[in-house]
């Protein structure tokens, strides 16, 4: 393919190069300065045949035409935006003068870079048509022609130009003579072209390979090594030294600039090389301090130098690192042995003076600092430090002049004002002036050091994905799409697998789209270099877990879906999806089987899914790979305590109290266990051994032994081995201590019917706690008996006249709406109500009264924001919930009760899903107040589905809602035919679990 030869787009915009479509020979002269996916670039003038149309300066091809196309006028091409010819100068003289009057008003394409585009290349995609335009645009790839000469250009030479062909067609046309070529290279390296200038020497050398195009192709290499040095790329510069050094260096004249370079490169034992071809020994001296200064200034440049001189280099920086952190001692201390001979005696000097700087002392600083060698580092570091400090500072700026100067001899040039023009664009959310600045900010600091550009990446990774999930799928492309060609790769993540994994997780994608990106990232992982053997597996485990925790929310999500659109999962979906997610992360523990995390969250789907038997066996693997794993332990042994098996529940407490022996949850469980553990002795007959456990419950918590509730498991066991005697003695001791029996009597009547008592036993007490009721209300009484009882719904324990015991201690509350409460009794009795649904009204009351008594109780301002939320989409005030809530928060951060302080994590989750739900479409109708009444009944299922994510109390929001004079009924409403379309498995968004 010559250059200058144009190109024809096929159908579908296919590539197919060597196609003829013209019928004979164009015979024009051309000159093709680009190409740009097969079309013309900045075209000056152009030919027009009977079957294109033009459009204000822009030319088509119509299809049709396209086997029949020829052309004989002359033209110079320079441009075409996807099969447009774009910024004719002379179209529409050659439409005149050929009689083709095509021309229509409009200018089809206009752009803010048509100006730009009428002189030279598109540098910039622009939307000239349309969006899609704009996505097409950001795909295509530009292949650069780049030909000087005019040539005649046969039909049957039409096709696409690759980059190979480019590549013969620049040999086949470069300067035929030797003097011409190595006048080529001179040109190139005149315009500082050095990768050109090297590729045009190593053709000069290929054709002859005389000494003067040896030295020319030494002279590229070492220019082009040194230019990659100074554009912070070593690792670049390095390769093309080795190509130097392999090439060899026959220039003497070149002998103590590469041994120079080397050493800047850290190839110390390839300088030691050369430097035996040097002859001045003031020049190998001045290398040998070059290395020094070198091994201090980059230790990671110098694992070829001796062991001495990174010893030394290493002393160096320890010395500076103490002086840092203002411990002048221990940096001298650290210099001490450096003499005067040795290489690094500038640096000793330059640390005493700086040392002296920090105190102030001139005159030590000049008597250190004068006597450094101009030729070294120190002396270069201690100009700019004194030019830094004679500078006047700007009053308009204060030290920006100083810090500009500072960035300049540090890094050539400045960037902060950049990053902090960066900064404010993300803080703006101006994601438009991000991307234009990303990629020359991201250039900047790679000159600068490679892990700066990536940890830019890093810093803007997070907001980026939080923006493109909150548009719309062809504004989440396109920005993603143009944030990933302008910023740098993680290390971590290097072909951008992660990137758009997340980013499929959010609206625009689903399950299987992430999922998909998520196994590529697998493959990534397994070769990845910055991490070991040992990382990259744990890193993979991580990766499934995260993808087993998204399986998870998707079947909650099935699980309350209710769009009324489309068909509820069955229950064959959600198990096979359930399946799914364990799958997964088996996957992950066979990776990783000692990252308990993965357990963890295992453990809790099958606790949400009604599975406790696999939960615990989950908990027990656990504990066989971290045995003392202190969640698991404490998970077990409530686990147990459900299912009232308290021998296992036991040995697992203790586990847990051996890691921590102070923690008062563990304390009473421990202590409930035993009490337990006592009943099933009494319940068997072993009345040593049920003794044995209560006297071993009262030293672990003896207040709970002396409580009603203890004292009436105590009594129940004697009466149950049959020494009433001694029983009725220890009643007569719990009634002396208490000052109200009823919730001793309550407590002795529900132990009873547990411990399985006689029936004239359980009506003994039952009769002294009818007669206890109708006493006057007091608050400890409210408080003990709701606790009680509290304790048997919460543990969810069942046991004969369960129910009779909440509708008579109900009772007894519906009478204490206007005592004198304490909190802790008040606490308790708003606990023990929550899990009564039926009891709201009485609920609502009681923390209206908690209210008014306790203002600044963040556990009433907490329950009085769930409970405003649990009122349902319709009768929810969420503005009043959200106040209570941010009360709540205020309260338990300022308070130094632990009780009140532990509620802090649930306030905050609450506050935070509050503000969610407010900021979802339907949420915002009613985020300051109430939904407004009317709400059609299509409407029903999902604000259904809204309210279970608010936590509200099934069925009971639309009861008489919506009756049959509803505005909104109408005929269609009550046609049964209509069945919703079958609802695919990713489409619409997972649930996140809260």
């Known amino acids: 393919m010559h250059p200058g030869v144009w190109a024809v787009r096929t159908d579908r915009g296919q590539r197919r190069a060597g196609s003829a479509p013209a019928t004979r020979p164009c015979t024009h002269s051309v000159t093709c300065t680009g190409v740009y996916f097969g079309y013309f670039v900045n075209l000056e003038a152009f030919f027009v045949h009977p079957f294109g149309d033009l459009y204000g300066g822009i030319f088509r091809i119509s299809r049709k035409s396209r086997e029949r196309f020829s052309c004989t006028c002359p033209m110079t091409c320079t441009g075409v935006y996807f099969g447009y010819f774009v910024n004719s100068v002379t179209a529409r003289q050659l439409l005149r003068e050929d009689g083709k009057r095509r021309v229509r008003p409009t200018i089809l394409g206009r752009s803010p870079y048509q100006a730009e585009n009428e002189t030279g290349l598109i540098r910039r995609p622009g939307v000239w048509n349309s969006s899609r335009s704009l996505l097409l645009w950001r795909r295509a790839r530009c292949v650069v022609v780049n030909a000087q000469a005019h040539l005649e250009c046969p039909a049957n030479e039409i096709g696409i130009v690759s980059s190979k062909q480019k590549q013969q067609a620049d040999r086949k046309h470069a300067p035929s003579s030797e003097v011409g070529q190595r006048q080529e290279v001179e040109r190139l390296i005149a315009k500082d072209r050095l990768k050109d200038a090297v590729k045009q020497a190593k053709l000069c050398y290929k054709a002859a390979a005389s000494t003067e195009n040896h030295h020319l192709l030494e002279r590229a290499y070492y220019l082009r090594a040194d230019q990659l040095r100074r554009n912070g790329m070593p690792a670049a510069a390095v390769e093309v030294a080795h190509h130097l050094l392999e090439f060899g260096v026959t220039d003497p004249k070149l002998v103590e600039p590469t041994a120079r370079l080397l050493v800047a490169l850290g190839m110390s034992k390839s300088a030691q090389a050369i430097e035996g071809r040097i002859e001045s020994p003031e020049t190998r001296e001045q290398l040998a301090l070059d290395a020094a200064d070198q091994a201090v200034l980059h230790p990671d440049r110098t694992t070829e130098a001796p062991a001495e001189l990174r010893a030394g280099a290493a002393r160096v920086r320890q010395a500076l690192d103490a002086l840092h952190a203002g411990d002048e001692a221990k940096a001298m201390e650290a210099l001490r042995d450096v003499s005067r001979s040795s290489p690094f005696s500038d640096w000793k000097l330059f640390v005493r003076g700086l040392a002296a700087r920090s105190r102030h002392a001139e005159d030590e600083v000049r008597a250190n600092w004068d006597r450094l060698d101009s030729r070294r580092a120190p002396f270069r570091i201690v100009r700019s430090l004194e030019a ?58 790679q000159r600068i050091d490679p892990k700066l550009a990536r940890r830019l990446t890093d810093v803007v990774y997070e907001p980026m994905i939080r923006e493109v999930t909150a548009y719309e799928y062809r504004e989440a492309m396109a920005l993603a799409k143009e944030f990933h060609r302008v910023a740098e790769p993680l290390a971590i993540d290097p072909h951008w697998n992660r990137f758009w994994a997340l980013v499929w997780e959010g609206p625009i994608g689903s399950l299987e789209d992430a999922e998909r990106y998520w196994r590529k990232y697998l493959k990534d992982l397994e070769n990845l270099p ?98 003392d794993d202190f969640d698991a332990l404490e998970q077990l042994a409530e686990h147990f305590s459900r299912r009232d098996a308290p021998a296992q529940a036991l040995e697992y407490v203790t586990r847990a109290r051996a890691l921590k022996p102070l923690d008062p949850d563990l304390v009473r469980e421990e202590w409930t266990i035993r009490m337990s553990l006592a009943r099933h002795c009494a319940l068997e007959k072993k009345w040593d051994e049920g003794r044995a456990q209560f006297s071993a419950a009262e030293r672990v918590w003896a207040e709970g032994s002396q409580s009603f509730h203890g004292q009436a498991q105590r009594i129940v066991f004697e009466l149950k081995a049959h020494q009433n005697e001694r029983a009725d003695e220890m009643i007569r001791d719990a009634q002396e201590r208490s000052t109200e029996a009823a919730p001793l009597w309550l407590a002795l009547w529900v132990e009873a019917s547990r411990y399985k008592l006689p029936q004239i036993e359980q009506v003994r007490f039952d009769l002294n706690w009818e007669k206890a009721l109708p006493k006057r209300c007091r608050s400890d009484t409210a408080g003990a008996i709701a606790s009680l009882l509290h304790t048997f719904i919460d543990r969810r324990i069942d046991y004969p006249n369960r129910e009779q015991h909440i509708r008579d201690v109900v009772q007894y509350l519906q009478r204490t709406t206007r005592i004198k409460y304490t909190e802790h009794d008040l606490e308790s009795v708003c606990t023990f109500l929550v899990d009564l649904p039926k009891e709201k009204p009485l609920l609502d009351k009681l923390l209206q009264r908690g209210l008014k008594l306790f203002p600044d109780s963040p556990r009433f301002l907490w329950m009085a924001g769930l409970q405003e939320m649990a009122k349902g989409p319709r009768q929810s005030n969420m503005g009043q919930a959200r106040k209570y809530f941010e009360a709540a928060l205020k309260h338990a951060q300022a ?74 009924d109408d005929d269609e409403d009550d046609d049964s035919s209509y069945s919703p379309p079958p609802r695919k498995r990713a489409s619409g968004k997972k649930k996140k679990k809260g």
């Open 388 to 445: 830094l400090s004679a500078q006047t500072p700007n009053p308009k700026s204060g030290s920006a002049t100083s810090l500009t100067e500072l960035e300049k001899r540090c890094f050539g040039e400045p960037v902060i004002e950049s990053l902090e023009q960066l900064r404010a664009f993300v803080a703006e959310a101006n994601w438009d002036e991000v991307l234009r600045r990303l990629m020359n900010i991201r250039l900047r600091l």
């Open 895 to 968: 308070s130094r009760d632990p009780k009140k302080t532990a509620l802090i994590s649930d306030i905050q989750e609450d506050l935070s899903r509050l503000r969610d739900l407010m900021s979802h479409p339907l949420g915002m109708a009613f985020g300051g107040g109430r939904l407004p009444d009317g709400v059609p009944p299509g409407f029903r299922d999902l604000l259904d589905r809204l309210a279970d994510e608010m936590g509200a109390y099934p069925n009971e929001f639309f009861e008489d809602d919506f009756d049959d004079d509803d505005e909104f």
């Open 530 to 627: 910055i991490l070991s053997p040992d990382e990259r597996r744990l890193a993979q485990a991580l990766v499934l877990e995260h993808m087993g925790q998204e399986h998870v929310g998707y079947v909650e999500f099935l699980e309350g879906h209710s769009d009324p659109f489309s068909r509820p999962a069955s229950k064959q979906e959600i198990g096979r999806e359930r399946k799914e997610a364990v799958a997964i992360f088996e996957e992950s523990l066979r990776l990783a089987p000692t990252h308990p995390g993965t357990y963890r969250h295992l453990i809790d789907a099958y606790e949400d899914w009604g599975q406790p038997d696999e939960a615990a066996a989950v908990a027990r693997r656990l504990l066989e790979k971290v045995p």
